[in-house]
């Protein structure tokens, strides 16, 4: 029986990946140093894998950055307006497209996905031109097999890269892109031929939009992709993989039927079709890859329930096709809980990070071939059980208040327009109020000083007079700007989510539990365990304190319940949307906490909104449904002249914007700049959205300071297709990546824009 690990996390158990790559970006280290890092990374992954006895270890899961803008650089599909000359890709060209640069800046990065991970979105058209440009992925291949651990290579599949990418600038929007495969798969061909050449014998190609709803023509790209490469494939194993849902059964059909294909992966996680369909016919000769151990969760697998879904698949694939895996790539969850030190015992007793996992696996694989390991598999329903009967995890009074809330609505008694003219009579801002999303830049020192205070090396007075000076010190560099409303910069928090949670009572949380999100940046999710409460007030202090420094209005800064949720492990013993309406509870009793303390304005973040929506179409209804229920419940009670504004991180959210109208907020700010103002298109399209809005006028992901007129010209494009009364002006997303040196000018040119445009209306 063998075993089989779709993906590994890159960034280290200690985030040495991270620190390497800014290192380098911050020219303290050179190109050398981070290649270096990088490749013991990789040997320790190999080591590790193969120690644990896993037969089937992939390789160029690695990246410096994402897996498709690996692939980007594979194919050579470089933008123009990065002036690469050809060659094979450096650091100067691939950081440029994943950053962008001085003069250039960043390709558009979206959600792979319904997961918190970002990839860089290819730009292709019909000129661009195609070539064999990186050739990591052998590269990689040969490092491994020198450590003598013949992997699988993994390679992002044809389709899903077509399908996940955009028409370059200036293509039309209506560009067939799937009419670039046979431009892109000369260069697949030669991949496959090197790896062939370097020994490979298995090689897996990640095909995930399987599971999306597709088209017949979307399909029929499937059979010819695969038909076309066959023979380049011939002599080699190919797995393809699938994962994040189910296939449907269309997709079924066209999968098991692909040429040149030895094995297929599935989650069966939260593919909840899968098994059926595989009952219904799998295609006899052909492996199967049950990925029954969850890439996207920290729960340890209930070995038991596994291994009776594995034998339940043995008896239709027969014994020596079944391939135990995992779900899908470990990257989307925690790395190793070894270095969990001072978690609870019994809470880490009932999880399992990456390293775990792939024990996990390796074990359901030797229990399978009748070896089993008895005290492995009795300490882990030891586990399961303690989890399932843990007073920790319940708490009744949260349960009932969560259950009564279903089914029922709860949004403000006033309607938008006439909340806006009492919330004006109030705050009196002018025409194109000025705002930003919330954090100020976090500086070192900052840093420093929470890290000292978490660890008891500073008192609580030094800690609270420090971060006050930072208040103070962002809210005059506000006023000094001219901005309308006010944020207090958030130098308490370390994250959005993880400062809430660690608050709430339900949430646990590792010291060392990173997720990649883009680039080198990590997230860190609190794992909710238990039913949740909210103890005491959690911002109400700071947010006072912030806004008796001022005579403009403070915006209190939450994050809302579907965020917290979205962002977090969650639990896998209860729905998702009971989880969501314990938070939504906990989160009204502090928007009333903080109106009542006098804070006019207060956001609450919805930024992961719209990555739980799940893959699948027939499924969207009922999660918006709860989402948006779950975030008007957080503020249905407060006052008319209490404006509540949202932010949201994205801007592709036109299917979804009556769902965002239905949220009800006064005011929403949201991501624009980094994808052409598409989401403009929508109002052009002719919605009306009544509140208050602010697409981002520059991009924050970005170093590159925006010019006045630029802001100005991105300001008038929105004043085409939206009042002018309800438009906002306001950066992308929160400033706490950046730096000062790029904060002021960026948003003295902001201020400047709206005040010139103003001057003009
Ligand atoms: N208020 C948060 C901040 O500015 C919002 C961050 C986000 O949307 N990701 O940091
Ligand atoms: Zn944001």
Known sequence: MASHIVGYPRMGPKRELKFALESFWDGKSSAEDLEKVAADLR????????????????????????????????LGAVPERYSWTGGEIGFSTYFSMARGNASVPAMEMT??????????????????????????????????????????????????????????????????????????????????????????????????????????????????????LES???????????????????????????????GFGFDLVRGTQTLELIKSGFPA?????????????????????????????????????????????????????INETKLDSEIKSWLAFAAQKVVEVNALAKALAGQKDEAFFSANAAAQASRRSSPRVTNEEVQKAATALRGSDHRRATPVSARLDAQQKKLNLPLLPTTTIGSFPQTVELRRVRREYKANKISEENYVNAIKEEISKVVKLQEELDIDVLVHGEPERNDMVEYFGEQLSGFAFTANGWVQSYGSRCVKPPIIYGDVSRPKPMTVFWSKL??????????????????????????????RFETCYQIALAIKKEVEDLEAGGIQVIQIDEAALREGLPLRKS?????????????????????????????MCYSNFNDIIHSII?????????????????????????????????????????PRIPSTEEIADRINKMLAVLDTNVLWVNPDCGLKTRKYTEVKPALTNMVSAAKLIRTQL
């Not at 990246?63 to 692939?71: A, F, I, P």
């Not at 011939?234 to 849902?245: H, K, M, P, Q, R």
């Open 619 to 647: 499924e969207h209804a009922f999660y918006l449904d709860w989402a948006v229920h779950s975030f008007r419940i957080t503020n249905c009670g407060v006052q008319d002249t209490t404006q509540i504004h949202t932010h």
């Open 285 to 337: 000769g052909k492996y199967l890859f049950a990925g029954v151990v969850d890439g996207r969760n920290i729960w340890a697998n209930d070995l038991a329930a596994s291994l009776t879904t594995l034998a339940a698949l043995e008896s239709v694939v027969g014994k020596d096709k079944l391939v135990v895996s995992t779900s899908c790539s470990l990257m989307h969850t925690a790395v190793d809980l």
């Open 111 to 228: 959600k792979w996905f319904d997961t918190n991970y970002h990839f860089i979105v290819p730009e292709l058209g019909p000129n661009t031109k195609f070539s064999y440009a990186s050739h990591k992925a052998v590269t990689e291949y040969k490092e491994a097999k020198a450590l003598g651990i013949d992997t699988v290579p993994v390679l992002v599949g044809p389709v899903t890269y077509l399908l996940l990418s955009k028409p370059a600038k200036g293509v039309e929007k209506t560009f067939p892109l799937l009419s670039l495969l046979e431009s892109i798969l000369p260069v697949y061909k030669e991949v496959i031929a090197e790896l062939k050449a370097a020994g490979a014998s298995w090689i897996q190609f990640d095909e995930p939009t399987l599971v999306k709803d597709l088209d017949s023509h979307q399909l029929a790209a499937f059979s010819k992709a695969y038909a076309e």
């Open 232 to 262: 380049a494939l011939s002599g080699l194993n190919v797995v393809i993989e699938t994962y994040f849902a189910d296939v449907t059964a269309e997709a079924y059909k066209t999968l098991i039927s692909l040429k040149g294909v030895t």
């Open 43 to 74: 040997v320790s992954i190999w080591k590790q894998m193969a120690a644990a006895g896993i037969k089937y270890i992939p390789s160029n899961t690695f990246s410096y950055y994402d897996q498709v803008l690996d692939t980007t650089a594979m």
């Open 546 to 575: 912030a806004q008796s420094m001022t005579a403009r209005p403070m915006k209190g800064m939450l994050t809302g319940p579907v965020t917290i949720l979205n962002w977090s492990f969650v639990r896998n013993d209860q729905p």
């Open 662 to 702: 239905n949220m009800d907020a006064d005011v929403i700010t949201i991501e624009n700049s980094r994808s052409d103002e598409k989401l403009l298109s929508v109002f052009r399209e002719g919605v009306v959205y009544g509140a208050g809005i602010g697409p981002g006028v520059y991009d924050i992901h970005s």
